[in-house]
């Protein structure tokens, strides 16, 4: 190890209590959409004090809004700036972009969990609270991984692009903003919970929205009515199918180990105003995966085909055909050969630090990491600590161990990649 | 036909034009929950004019409130009163109560609707909007017969109790309110839209509320949650097939016509928050019917033990067991035997009027008559114009020509059951 690892190492550990306090009022401040002022003020007063280049701005304006893929159905960005943070260089290394978001998604029934969703509580070295993983953590292991680069004195060539932006969860447009305000690098890191492991691809994403029409009728009577729930049933049906043949395509080895590599999910249905009458409508929304080596367009495709197949096979749909809306967030897919550079000395530092050898797989969802990758020509790598199976639940939750591993691997990569100046 | 019997007929024949307008202002007034008053104001002046003895208040107190067939979720009835106005009779003969309800269900997907769903739009002899059928025909076709009477100078031997209440469509509290008041008769008749059959026995029915609990997870990763929606479906199919068993044990001949006698809708569900998050809560609402021997409570116990079943057989459910509500309304079943004098008289009117035998069969839905039957020890018949299946839907209308030869026969009812003075 050589002397400014371990400076940078040693840094890191004696530095824990204040990452975990950063984290903790980060994840106090609710920052579901529309609500992300609160939380960027905490990091771009962090950014400030390590001195660090700022570029505060309120995303908009028609070049980002007519960008084909601006994918967005919020109209009001103001209040709520996206952040660029840059440690320059002094030139001749390679630059890399570190990526994190700052909106998170809402807490979903505030009964399902045990504290307050945004307790920011630690007990028995995890941190609680929405966002906690997804990815507050993430972006407080970079921020640390960047103050120890400047805490020990170490000088990069290249440069660091700290990114904090908004609507990830939405479609990513705080990144397209940032890309077309030019912010493109050699190499990418986002931090997304990926558990620890390193994914070179990322799954596509984007969201529908099904109207199903039935025909109302007292609820006495409901053979004179037909149900939308009934209908939606059969649509449900028709989408599992559509989930297995998608998948069963899938043959890279990198989702080996992901039972559905590109899901089809149902997030939300609602149906109905009034208990006794047939429902005459139902507004189904989800999401669907897309393999990283797919287009959107073919995917959207793959579904329009499936639900025309059902509208005819259906006496009822055949004259009330199902509406199917894109809407809302997508996720370009994005793909990294796993020879790359980045990917390489990504996963020598995590070996250096962790004893092991790391696991490359596939992500399992999209990431901004499409935009950053195809619209921003950047190549990303995702790498984070926290885990997606607590990510979007009730009482997420990070391990803040795994916080600290990421950062000093993110540390010693940075290093890697941009180049050290001789002491 | 008698001298008043001819002079009554054609004073309806006379009159249709205002009885259809008296239709219109009422549907044009919205008198949906809670904005029951203006409909009601045109009722109370119409009753005033008519000269009959006024009774208008405030339903509420703790007598109501805590009989056990109160069933209500409405907390304030502030403005909206019930209504009964009573037109004296000399004494000696029987009393009748004419029973409709004045609240109206939503008026569901407005562009369903081909005009403003409380136009009072007519054409080709329907009346249109919200509340014509469902029951406003039926009210109109009341006040009309007994405003044939009273310009025939027609003097009656017994009373007619006329009543429009409020919060029929949620569970009769309106209803229950006026038989706490005192108000009870030998005979009652609710002119429902029954398409102009007669119904000695009603369905009773009750509101449910079943939550289903799920695991929320990343929709990327769905596999590592519950989908509270794909254990929505298991609960909709349990629930179409207690409702099959149930009504394969109906063998009233009354039910014969009607395809599924005893109907479980389901009328609500809501699930999700987002749309790339597994839901971990989906809210199922609907009606569950009960037969008019049947009991409410053997009618709970069924759907209960069923879910309970459900519950033991599903590893997730067994241990997130589904929890289940009755809330809001409920209709007590009611029961009159069918060679009830009340059932000859009007079978007589009908068969009179329309030159045919009517059809009696057994109400696929509740009303109000299980209250009035129950509780108030009233027999109720439900007879009226206008037709279940556009009660509740969108572009419901009443045939006007219906509403007057319901008008006619339920005046020639209530002299026959009042009986007439000597002129």
Redesign the interface.
Known sequence: MSNIETRMSNWLKENRARGARLLQILVQENSTRGNESGAQAIIIEKCRQLGLTLDIWEIGGEELKKHPAFCCDRNDFEGNPNLVAVLKGAGGGKSIILNGHIDV??V??EL?WNQDPFSGHIECGRLYGRGAT?MKGGTVAMLLAIESIIATGTKLNGDIIFQSVIEE?SGGAGTLAAVLRGYKADGAIIPEPTNMKIFPKQ?G?M???ITVKG???????????I?A??KS?LV?ERLQQLEKDRNAKITDPLYDQI??PI?I??????????????????II???M?VAPEETIEHAKRDMENCLKDLCREDAWLSEHPLKIEWF??RWLPGSLNDDHMLIKELSESYLEIKGETPIIEA????TDGGILSTVGGTPVVVFGPGT??I????NEYIILEEMFAASEIIARTLIRWCGVQKE
Do not use: L
């Not at 025909?215 to 009515?225: M, Q």
């Not at 992500?363 to 999209?366: D, M, V």
């Open positions: 998604v809402p979903g029934d399902n997804d969860e799954q994403s969201w529908f929205r025909k109302a009728a007292h609820g006495g009577t409901r053979y004179e009515g149900s729930i009934e049933q449900f039972p559905i899901p999910n149902i997030g939300k249905i609602t149906s109905g105003q009034w208990p006794s009458s047939v429902p005459d409508t139902a929304e989800g999401r995966g809302g967030g992500s399992p969802w999209g997606t199976e990510a979007h639940d009730a």
